[in-house]
């Protein structure tokens, strides 16, 4: 409480011009750019019993005009104005049963899963802060429940540090209150009576913060308070007390390229892929330990990656930066239907070798997200032997190696073309983070492509 009163005091002397949402995220790249990084959180369970959640949760970044990716959340700029902002989006609901270990007093009961809501904002701003008004609808099979938001944030900029003090209240109604803090008649037991807490309206308070440690790397850290419902607070499944804890920290790199720019800003990278699944592990692909495929399926993978350049010879290094995002088609060879699936993702290249004036040759590391229309085939098969669960959305990773076209046929216009080999690998982190479903494994398929600059 007395840092958001020295922040709300200090903000006097060094007010700007705000808008900005119930997202975390907002704000901390600016009008464009992208990032990535990690974010540690914690928070003391709502559920009796539950003890202190912790949860890794993976920063994936990206902000234009029009669009936004913020880890969790990700929408349409459909009105970005000097002082009035309009969103739709889709996010990430951080709420269900503890996924590590499950208290007695929830013992019996059915799983209450995390959801996924579709959302839509107005925002308006000015040098005395931001309000806003949201209104989300759970559009999983979770709660189906809506949530209206009305917020205000002031964001404090001094030096390194950027500072954003908020205080919201949520608009609860029964839907989404009952299916994660009810208890159905058929879950009822002597020591757990039925009961249902209807809608309720909460108050949250707390702060974001960022710090510039350089350029581009920045601390970013945050803490609230959440005073709930007395039907939610009432609940035989619930902690009684006045409020809830949480807390944040992390550290992001900023890879926008205003700060380091790419000197053909407005070139875009076309990418085709073609790759088969393969069971070797990651680390043994990369090693060139292991590079069979189909040993167990004939799946297949097809796909098509925009990139656009970030930052060229970072740090005067031969290193490039490179964001994609594309589409890639599932041939799941008759054990399901095929489907889509999604990549975003930011990937350095090096190109520091003795030989590099002669053939220009690249090894490349990507990392992201990826999101399914359906779970793959060989994630379904090989985590239901294993007994682990599954997610459509899954983090992303990427190495590559490749040569120039241009240098091996001396042809110089070509100079910018290159074909290679990489692996497409979804997984969760080892369960240890709640956006990514808590999953403990993944796929990999073992690639050909080639790319060029237009």
Not at 259 to 270: G, Q
Not at 275 to 300: F, P
Not at 307 to 336: C, K
Not at 357 to 364: E, L, N, S, W
Request: hydrophobic share 35%.
């Amino acid at each position: 409480i007395q840092t958001l009163k020295l922040c709300l005091a200090l903000a006097l002397f060094a007010a700007r011009p705000a808008v900005a949402d119930s997202d975390p995220l907002a704000n901390v790249l600016g009008e464009q750019g992208a990032g990535l990084g990690a974010v540690m959180r914690a928070e003391g369970s709502l559920y009796r019993g539950g003890g202190t959640s912790r949860d890794l949760l993976p920063l994936y970044l990206y902000d234009d005009a029009h669009f936004y990716l913020h880890a969790y959340r990700a929408g349409v700029k459909l009105v970005n104005g000097e002082n009035d902002h309009v969103n739709v989006f889709f996010s990430q609901r951080f709420e269900g049963f503890p996924y590590d270990r499950v208290p007695s007093s929830l013992a019996g009961m059915e799983e209450r899963s995390s959801g996924a809501d579709f959302g839509v904002s107005y925002q308006h701003g000015d040098a005395w802060g931001a309000v806003y008004v949201e209104y989300l609808h759970d559009i999983s099979d979770a709660s189906s429940g809506n949530e209206l938001r009305l917020g205000y944030n002031y964001d404090w900029q001094s030096g390194r540090w950027h500072v954003r003090p908020y205080l919201r209240l949520a608009l609860r109604d029964d839907k989404l209150n009952d299916y994660y803090y009810g208890v159905r008649r058929d879950e009822a037991t002597a020591e757990r009576r039925a009961y249902m807490p209807g809608a309720g309206v909460n108050t949250e308070f707390g702060l974001y913060a960022s710090y510039a440690v350089t350029e581009r790397w920045r601390l970013l850290g945050g803490m609230g308070a959440t005073h709930w419902s007395s039907g939610v607070r009432e609940s035989p499944i619930v902690e009684n007390r006045a409020f809830q804890y949480s807390g944040a920290l992390g550290l992001m790199y900023d890879f926008s390229p205003q700060r380091e720019v790419w000197p053909e800003k407005n070139s875009v990278i076309v990418k085709l892929m073609y790759g088969q699944s393969s069971d070797c592990n990651l680390i043994k692909i990369m090693a060139l330990g292991c590079t069979s495929t189909h040993t167990l399926d004939n799946t297949n993978i097809a796909g098509v990656e925009v990139g656009r350049p970030f930052i060229r010879r970072l740090n005067g290094w031969p290193v490039d930066v490179v964001g994609y995002a594309g589409v890639t088609h599932h041939d799941e060879d008759g054990h399901q239907p095929d489907f889509w699936q999604a990549n975003a993702y930011m990937k350095l290249f090096y190109y520091g070798f003795p030989w590099d004036k002669h053939v220009r040759t690249r090894i490349g590391f990507g990392a992201g997200v990826s999101i399914a229309q359906r779970v793959p085939y060989v994630e379904q098969r090989d985590q239901a032997r294993r007994g682990r669960n599954t997610s459509k959305l899954l983090n992303y990773l990427d190495p590559s190696i490749d040569v120039s076209v241009g240098d091996l046929i001396n042809v110089p216009s070509m100079g910018e073309t290159y074909a290679g080999f990489g692996v497409a690998h979804r997984s969760g982190i080892f369960a240890t983070s709640q956006l990514l479903g808590n999953v403990n494994g993944g796929s990999n398929y073992i690639y050909t492509y080639v790319e060029w600059k237009m």
